[in-house]
């Protein structure tokens, strides 16, 4: 009997082990809905997939905030479909926590300015203007998109993903840091300092010198008329 019981043992102790090798283990829910529904847009590891004629999904690799991946989900901005009525809220949550804290590996918001502007004159301005205004790329045939309103995450993700024409910066020609500094100083020009007067859209020195000269230039005129119909 204490043999036959040692064998029972064993062999359940076989099984036991058998099962725990076959059996895999569950899958992350956000992993697995990221990976069946999100990935053959914004690629496996949420660094963004360009497609030939239009981009498909942006770069996720800087999106910290799960709260705005969740409104993502849940309104479905330009071209991305709705999730509202498709996942739960719960399975929302799962995803944008998954994309925050996983995916999310290009950090934001501690760069220097002042090493983000020359960065920026250096790799940006040329087509994105130092406005970041965007504008007309006639070796292309394209315009190159303004970047006023584009969040952190956006811009950070767009240049280690390289969208369409543009080109990709990866970790050999700019590090985390310098990324962090293009986005800083970009954040600084979407929203400069205003020390008074009519910022006239902050359409640049050049445009508000010329209006400046023109509005004194007929204020000259208007002074000529005036001495000239007075003596009239």
């Known amino acids: 009997m204490p043999a036959l019981a ?13 099962c725990q090798q076959t059996t895999a283990a569950p899958q992350p829910e956000g992993e697995r809905i990221f ?3 999100c990935a053959r847009c914004h690629g496996e590891s949420g660094q963004g997939i360009s497609a030939a004629i239009t981009i498909l999904g942006p770069s996720l690799e800087a999106e910290h905030n799960p709260g705005l991946v969740m409104a993502a989900e ?15 809220v719960d399975q929302m ?3 944008s926590g998954y994309v925050a804290q996983k995916l999310a590996v ?30 007309a790329l006639g070796f292309v045939g394209t315009n190159a998109p303004a970047l006023t309103s584009d969040s952190a995450a956006l811009i950070a993700g767009t240049i280690r993903w390289g969208p369409g024409p543009m080109p990709s910066f990866p970790q050999a020609v700019l590090t985390d840091a310098q990324v962090d500094s293009i986005v800083k100083y970009i954040q600084v020009v979407q929203h400069p300092a205003n020390p008074g007067g ?32 007075g003596r009239g």
């Open 106 to 135: 290009i950090p934001v918001g501690g760069g220097n300015v002042s090493d983000g502007g020359e960065l920026y004159r250096s790799y940006c301005a040329t087509c994105h203007r130092t406005a970041v205004r965007g504008g």
């Open 6 to 18: 040692g064998v029972l043992t064993a062999v359940l102790a076989c099984a036991s082990c058998f």
């Open 93 to 95: 949550r799962a995803v």
């Open 35 to 37: 990976a069946q529904r």
């Open 74 to 88: 849940e309104i479905g901005p330009e071209h991305m479909p709705r999730f509202e009525y498709v996942l739960s």
């Open 198 to 229: 009519r910022a006239m859209d902050w359409i640049g020195p050049v445009i508000e010198g010329v209006a400046a000269w023109c509005a004194v230039l007929a204020l000259i005129l208007f002074c000529i008329w005036t001495e000239i119909g």
